[in-house]
């Protein structure tokens, strides 16, 4: 189907933007197609600059939970913007956010509020290198914790879309400092361990991987990672980035009673506005400068625009839980349909979910890693992803990516959306 608004925005996008987009996996280079560019968005739906309209499955990549321009968010941030977009100085709204976070996520005792998931996670391994003398991390395959050096290493999302798993520009000296292990593979963590221990700084994860597509951790895999570190002294550092406010109000440290010794947060806590943070216990946190010598820095960490979106949206989340019961029974919905579908048409799916994070695989199954999800029928979620494009749904441009789902779904949406994954099967 063709966007001819779309295709000459795209046109201009690349004489000007290295590929026409501000991140790769919005190329569509993964899907191929040239990316829709869109103008607005209400609630579950998408308007393209050709006038289209899109039942959204990204919801920019996780933040909508309660659909786009949500009016207490956009009250918000329209209230805080009339004061000034920037201070460089303490605000009330951020010791609020602040605040408001550490009561909805128990064991964190500090919060330190940065501009994005990549800083979040680079800040947080640093912190875990600085208090504890160490150099080496380890990360899984697949999984992806933003664009810092150390994580460009086997990494998930755009970098294994596109078939790069580790970056150039990225150094011998950096990558020999990161460790990297199978997804849910706990004797291999347990052999990396044995052979690195006592220079290992953190373990850091996805408690629930998005960024191979969804792949849940399997039981015991998060409490095997927990007693590693303590047996080894190593941090825990859970990247919640997507999972955090989405799998419930304390996240995937609640879903899965495990406790990790930091959090990253990103986009969801200011809903869709340049935002993240890390967390943890005071202890650790305290070693952060100003109070302690791990030096981190932002002129727009804690921006008074982010903090504003983030208090509506998460204000909203914490006082009404009942939002995420309602968030559960569209998700388990979607996926009982995919189900049912594929089994009628006789086609392989592997539908994995957990919470409103859900995506497909053409294949028996199981996917639990990196390596299963790629051995999976890849050529086959091209045309189906185009299928459900030029059918008014949009999916995440790429396998190795998640959908996310936003409570303002109908009914109606849900099965426009059921209705045309049976066509495109
Ligand atoms: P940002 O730096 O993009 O805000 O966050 C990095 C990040 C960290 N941790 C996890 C678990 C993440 O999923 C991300 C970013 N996710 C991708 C989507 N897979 C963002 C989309 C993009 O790269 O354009």
Not at 225 to 245: A, K, Q, W
Not at 357 to 386: C, Q, W, Y
Request: net charge negative; with cysteine; charged share 20%.
């Amino acid at each position: 189907m063709s966007r001819p608004l779309s295709e000459a925005l795209f046109e201009r996008a690349r004489l000007v933007i290295p590929g026409g987009v501000n991140s790769p996996v919005r190329a569509f280079k993964a899907v191929g197609g040239n990316p829709v560019f869109f103008r607005k968005a209400q609630g579950a739906h998408l308007l393209d600059e050709d006038g289209r309209s899109y039942i959204d499955y990204v919801g920019s990549w996780g933040p909508m939970i309660l659909g786009h321009a949500h009016a207490p968010v956009i009250e918000a941030v329209r209230e805080a913007a009339l004061d000034s977009t920037s201070f460089g100085a303490p605000t009330r709204r951020e010791v609020e956010l602040a605040e408001l976070i550490l009561d909805m996520v128990p064991n964190l005792e500090r919060i330190r509020m940065v501009n994005s998931g990549t800083e979040a996670c680079m800040s947080a391994i640093r912190l875990a290198r600085g208090v504890t003398g160490r150099a080496k991390i380890l990360k899984f395959e697949g999984c992806y914790h933003g664009h810092a050096d150390s994580f460009l290493i086997a990494a998930g999302s755009g970098a294994q879309t596109l078939g790069a798993p580790s970056s150039p520009g990225v150094t011998p000296g950096t990558a020999a400092d990161t460790l990297t292990a199978r997804y849910n593979d706990l004797p291999q963590v347990k052999a990396l361990f044995a052979a690195h221990g006592t220079d290992l700084a953190a373990v850091i994860v996805e408690p629930v991987a998005g960024n191979m597509g969804c792949v849940p951790p399997e039981p015991g895999f998060l409490e095997g990672l927990r007693s590693l570190c303590d047996l080894h002294g190593s941090i825990l550092i859970f990247d919640e980035v997507m999972t955090g406010f989405r799998l419930g109000a304390g996240g995937a440290q609640q879903l899965y009673e495990v406790q990790a010794d930091l959090v990253t947060y990103g986009k969801i806590i200011g809903a869709g506005l340049p935002v993240g943070a890390y967390a943890g216990r005071a202890d650790l946190m305290d070693a952060v400068a100003p109070v302690g010598k791990v030096y981190q820095a932002g002129t727009l960490s804690g921006n008074p625009l982010a903090m504003a979106a983030g208090l509506a949206l998460l204000g909203e989340l914490h006082a009404n839980p009942a939002i995420y019961a309602e968030l559960e029974e569209k998700s388990a919905y979607l996926e009982a349909g995919l189900i049912r579908i594929a089994e009628a048409k006789q086609v392989d799916l592997t539908v994995n979910r957990v919470g409103s994070m859900i995506s497909l695989f053409f294949g028996k199954g199981p996917v639990r890693n990196l390596d299963e999800a790629k051995a999976t029928d890849t050529a086959r979620f091209n045309p189906f992803f185009h299928a459900l494009l030029d059918a008014g749904v949009y999916l995440p441009p790429a396998l190795f990516e998640t959908w996310f789902l936003s409570n303002v779904l109908s009914q109606a949406d849900l099965d426009t959306t059921l209705d045309a994954v049976e066509a495109a099967l």
